[in-house]
């Protein structure tokens, strides 16, 4: 069993609403991340994994429940990535300035020299000339800046970066690059990532571990291949579904309409499963019980009623 | 203006279309030389990168282009056997919605913040002869036929109410209440979940199959394409690089350009965490292209003529075309 670098326990996110009941943007969550590996986590949009993204690094703390970091790993140890490179960086701090700032912030180097040294060794890293240190980041390539965020990421020498939909605001043809840099970066300096997506194929395509969010629960966890291949959650089965894949034979012969209606956080139905509304599997036990994320095979857990019947070996203990 | 002939007369065509701006004697092309043609009951898609030009294209068929500064420089665009280039306002108005309607990628920009739901669709519908009793019935039937749970509650929202996907059903619903010829939809599910997408996708599919309407389709997503249209032009820097059926587009693209497009997405054949493949650079800027073809810099095929002499759109087999010098037989393997 690999070690495990950072581990959220129980996390629950609420939000005070003006009107109305609080939001409750993660809803008693509980995610094991391994050293050197990835975790990645799916769902759609208000599922509340960008939430999550903001608890597992400490820029949010949760309404209860805890965030802990195992081992070696410490504060500040865990980083950030966002989406949209050009609203995470200033624009008018140059590339080197940039990384410069967070360098003297977190006293990584001890004077300008060192200073300087270290933030092209990150250029480096991220795969960038050293003259792209006197940009400004309006003078970059979406792919580009994104590698400046990376590299100001890695300043700080964490062990574990949380990447927050690092290539959706980027165009098709440099997301493949980004996604290259990052697995290098993983193998060559042994981080462990969480890459939270709505992009199915690129999680599948990084991640060791899948989480499938769905209302700010975990509905399904395990390994990459058996979740997406073989899903025990029938949300998880519906994701998988509606992503249209770049084969137009696989297209026409994929069997569509189990996606089921869409809710909001609000529109939570009173009482058992989530997701029954829009379940095409749902029976009373699913109105009237809120299933608990079991482990139905050796490390890939739901939390679905009729999984767990079918699958008929129930494991009590929940596993992640 | 020939007679109106065989079946085969598109329905939306665009001949030798430039977009860009023009200052004094200079001018900077955005677009250059767009020919397409879309038929009845046809589904076309337009696959490009941001900066491609693709939506300046069909933002042009109904001149919505941000003029000034940008504007339609040359060509001409027909819609049903009428000339749209030389359109009065008055006249596009006609083609407005029951010819073309169009969905935006944002429709939080395109809906009125301050009215109900309800009365933009009632308007919509008043605005094409439909009198007020008809337009408030049809109202509630084109919400629900796109999906929304309660049309009762999203007739009578303000659009700040609703979320992204609702709103973005709203439009669709504004769009097809009339019932188009043509339906032109810039990345309409983008900002959407995947789930909402495929709700969308089906309904347009539906209502394409009772009523025969045409479909463009904008999108940089490959998914998409292979999800719902029949046919492709792939733009890159402000033209066309490819057109060709969607299947032969997949299965063979004659443009190096595509071939790496399709090349750079993971799939379930791609190895777990194997390097997928880059396209090395980024887009030219379209307004500032040097002398060849604008894919050379970033092209793994390319030789001498290329950066000598841009490439023409060259048959490449039954309708398609590739603007590469070099067929798909000659790239080196």
Redesign the interface.
Known sequence: MAEIVLKAIDVVKEYPSPHGPAVLAVRGGTIELAAASTLGIVG???CGKSTLARLLVGLEQPTSGRVELMGEVAAGKVQLVFQDPFSSLNPRLTVLAALNEVLSVHKVAPNRGKRRARAEELLAMVALAPRFGERYPHEL?G??AQRVAIARALAVGPEVLVLDEPTSAL???????V??LL?RLQDELALSYVFIS?D???V???SDVIAVMYLGKVVESGP?EAVLGSPFHPYTR??A???????????ASRR??A??????LSAEPASGCPYHPRCPLAEDLCRAQAPALLELRPGHAAACHVAARAEARLVSDPCL | MSAPGPAREPLLSLRGVAIGARHRRHSAEIVRGVDLEVFASEKLGIVG??GSGKTLTVLSVLRLLPDPPIKLLRGNITFAGTDLSHLDEKGLEGIRGAGIAMVYQDPMTSLNPLLRVRTQIVETLRAHGVDKGTAHARCREVLAQV?L?DPRRVERAYPYEL???MLQRVMIAIALAVSPRLLIADEPTTAL???????I??LVEEIQAQTGMAVVWVT?????????VDKVVVMYAGRIVERAP??QL??RPSHPYTL???G?????A?G??Q??????G??PDPAHLERGCPFRARCPFVIGRCSEEEPPLLDRGPDVAAACWRSPDEWPR
Do not use: C, K, W
């Open positions: 759609e949009s208000g390539s792919g580009q165009d098709v043809s440099v997301r493949a690059e996604m290259n697995t709505h199915l194929a690129m599948r395509h990084i990459y519906a994701l579904e509606a992503v249209p894949v770049p084969d137009p034979e696989l297209e569509r309409g996606v089921g209606e869409a809710i909001s | 990168e941001s999906g749970p979320s992204g996907g979940d995947v789930t909402i997408q495929e709700q996708l089906e940089h997503d490959l998914g998409v394409v292979a999800r719902i969607t299947r997949f299965a790496a497009l399709l750079s997405l993971p799939t379930t791609t777990h965490r390097p997928l493949t880059q396209i090395g980024t887009p």
